[in-house]
């Protein structure tokens, strides 16, 4: 099994910056792609952003230019900086560990990112 724990979310004001973090333990030989998704109330949970162990990334439009993620994978930890946050951003993130061998997902406990006008 593998537990994924997420820090770094907040209150900031539009304009502002935020760094999540997602550690990850456990079985953490079977993790391979890791990413960022967050969901707002009444809509389905939506991609920001993900990287491959090599470091290939993926972005939404919405963030591409704004939103960097980065991992360190001796310490199989993820991270998402994110500049010049809008108040569109505001939602709850999760972080997500997709398995090498078997067809499922890990996701963490989510992390409220709110956006000030």
């Known amino acids: 099994q593998v537990q994924l724990v997420e820090s770094g979310g907040g209150l900031v004001q539009a304009g502002g910056s935020l760094r999540l973090s997602c550690a990850a333990s456990?079985?953490?030989?079977?993790?391979?792609?890791m990413g960022w998704y967050r969901q707002v109330p009444g809509k389905q949970r939506e991609l920001v952003a993900d990287?491959?162990?090599?470091?290939?990334?993926d972005y939404a439009d919405s963030v591409k230019g704004r939103f960097t993620i980065s991992r360190d994978n001796a310490e199989n930890t993820v991270y998402l900086q994110m500049n010049s946050l809008k108040p569109e951003d505001t939602a709850v993130y999760y972080c997500?560990?997709?398995?090498?061998?078997?067809?499922?997902?890990?996701w963490g406990q989510g992390t409220q990112v709110t956006v000030s006008s």
């Open positions: 997500n560990a997709r398995s090498v061998f078997y067809d499922n997902d890990f």
């Open positions: 456990g079985r953490i030989f079977s993790i391979g792609t």
């Open positions: 990287i491959t162990r090599g470091g290939t990334t």
